[in-house]
């Protein structure tokens, strides 16, 4: 079992920076591939971004890409998610999950524990 606890939303202008960060406990961090989703009203829930266990290789969603980077620390049981150049459809509650066996990054289906999600507001 894995619990995940996201926090760093916010209100922010465009063009602002923001950086979440989602800490885990439970069973070893390192044994979790992490991921970012993230959901807008109306919307279904849509993968951001994710990094692998151990290698550090990374996956980006065509929005995220340039802008938003993630990363973990496997000592500290955290991964994070740095946002840059926001806009206002990035506005959106953004969900950490983990994943402990094999399937695609960018899939929902495939992460077996999620967090509670963070509330990101990008407005003027």
């Known amino acids: 079992q894995v619990q995940l606890v996201e926090s760093g939303g916010g209100l922010v202008q465009p063009g602002d920076s923001l950086r979440l960060s989602c800490a885990a406990s439970g069973r070893t961090f390192s044994s979790y591939a992490m991921g970012w989703f993230r959901q807008a009203p109306g919307k279904e829930r849509e993968f951001v971004a994710a990094?692998?266990?151990?290698?550090?290789?990374?996956y980006y969603a065509d929005s995220a890409k340039g802008r938003f980077t993630i990363s973990r620390d496997n000592a500290k049981n955290t991964v994070y998610l740095q946002m840059n150049s926001l806009k206002p459809e990035d506005t959106a509650v953004y969900y950490c999950?983990?994943?402990?066996?094999?399937?695609?990054?960018?899939?929902?289906?495939?992460?077996?524990?999620w967090g509670q999600g963070t509330q990101v507001t990008v407005s003027s």
């Open positions: 999950a983990a994943r402990y066996s094999g399937g695609s990054y960018d899939q929902l289906r495939d992460y077996d524990y």
């Open positions: 990094v692998r266990r151990s290698s550090g290789i990374t």
